[in-house]
């Protein structure tokens, strides 16, 4: 049974930095594909951004791209996502989720942004940019 667990939120000002850390522990798998999603209060939850391997293929939403990367160590099961330049609209809960194992092939990112094709969720955690 895989298992995710997400750790770093807090607390940061407009502008500053955060990283948040997902581990994925039972199984680690050579195929495989680790996401990062956001659900603000009211909002439905949104994309962030992913990676798969092999590769690393990685994928973000035209909300971050250039504010954030998202990096990790399959063979460890971990990803994290640095936020820089953050803003008060980043506010959210942040959710990893993983999809283990990958039997897809395809790099195509709409594979990677619908939170429907991940199996397995963490429990989130709460990222809040004061302005």
């Known amino acids: 049974q895989v298992q995710v667990a997400e750790s770093g939120g807090g607390l940061v000002q407009a502008g500053g930095s955060l990283r948040v850390t997902c581990a994925v522990s039972g199984r680690t798998f050579s195929r495989s594909a680790m996401g990062w999603f956001r659900q603000a209060p009211g909002k439905e939850r949104e994309f962030v951004a992913a990676i798969r391997w092999p590769g690393p293929y990685r994928y973000y939403s035209d909300d971050v791209k250039g504010r954030f990367t998202v990096s990790g160590d399959n063979a460890k099961g971990t990803v994290d996502l640095q936020m820089s330049s953050l803003r008060p609209e980043d506010t959210a809960v942040y959710y990893c989720?993983?999809?283990?194992?990958?039997?897809?092939?395809?790099?195509?990112?709409?594979?990677?942004?619908?939170?429907?094709?991940?199996?397995?969720w963490g429990q989130g955690t709460q990222v809040t940019v004061s302005s």
């Open positions: 989720a993983a999809i283990a194992p990958l039997t897809s092939y395809s790099t195509a990112s709409s594979d990677y942004t619908d939170p429907g094709r991940y199996p397995y």
